[in-house]
């Protein structure tokens, strides 16, 4: 069993920062890809960023040059330091870990980032 402990979310103005944390525990052998998502009310969930064991990273257009995903593969461990943030990045995120050798997928129960105007 894995349990995804996320972190970092809450209320801030427009230009503001927020840094989220997801940390992974339980039967861990090694992580493969993990990222974060997002989910604003009445739309999909979208990928915000990704970053991979080697450390290559991908992000959405929307939030490329403002967010930066990273992670400490000794604490399975993934962090997004999100600046400048607007009002349209208001969502719940939820980060996304994919284990090497299984390849299973676990999700956390998210957290929820509010930019005021």
């Known amino acids: 069993q894995v349990q995804l402990v996320e972190s970092g979310g809450g209320l801030v103005q427009a230009g503001g920062s927020l840094r989220l944390s997801c940390a992974a525990s339980g039967s861990i052998v090694s992580t493969g890809a993990m990222g974060w998502y997002r989910q604003a009310p009445g739309k999909q969930r979208e990928l915000v960023a990704r970053i991979f064991r080697s450390g290559g990273t991908a992000y959405a257009d929307s939030v490329r040059g403002r967010f930066t995903i990273s992670r400490d593969n000794a604490k399975n461990t993934v962090y997004l330091q999100m600046n400048s943030l607007k009002p349209e990045d208001t969502a719940v995120y939820y980060c996304?870990?994919?284990?090497?050798?299984?390849?299973?997928?676990?999700w956390g129960q998210g957290t929820q980032v509010t930019v005021s105007s």
């Open positions: 996304n870990v994919n284990l090497l050798g299984s390849g299973t997928n676990y």
